[in-house]
């Protein structure tokens, strides 16, 4: 089994920053990708960052590209999600994900990870 463990949300200005945090626990070395998802309200889930847990390779959606960096420590199971130019429209529940699944792209659909954090608020006031 996995656990993961966000933290690092908070309320922030329109043009902050923010960095969220995952902390992985359990079976981390099964660990291939970790990801980023969020939820605004009324809305679906929507991939935001991934990050290939051997190679540190990387992946982001159009909206959050070039705003946003998605890194990882592997020494301390932790990935990490900083958030800069900040937008209201980035205000949702972020969540980590991740899967044990070897695939060679990416993943941006929810249903392809198994292991999800409770979730962090993110919101962005104008």
């Known amino acids: 089994q996995l656990q993961l463990v966000e933290s690092g949300g908070g309320l922030v200005q329109a043009g902050g920053s923010l960095r969220l945090s995952c902390a992985a626990s359990?079976?981390?070395?099964?660990?291939?990708?970790m990801v980023w998802f969020r939820q605004a309200p009324g809305k679906e889930r929507e991939f935001v960052a991934a990050?290939?847990?051997?190679?540190?390779?990387?992946y982001y959606s159009d909206s959050v590209k070039a705003r946003f960096t998605i890194s990882r420590d592997n020494a301390n199971n932790i990935v990490y999600l900083q958030m800069n130019s900040l937008k209201p429209e980035d205000t949702a529940v972020y969540y980590c994900a991740a899967r044990m699944n070897y695939a060679r792209a990416f993943a941006v659909q929810s249903s392809a990870y198994d292991y999800w954090g409770q979730g962090t608020q993110v919101t962005v006031s104008s």
């Open positions: 359990g079976r981390t070395f099964s660990i291939v990708d």
């Open positions: 990050i290939r847990r051997s190679t540190g390779s990387t």
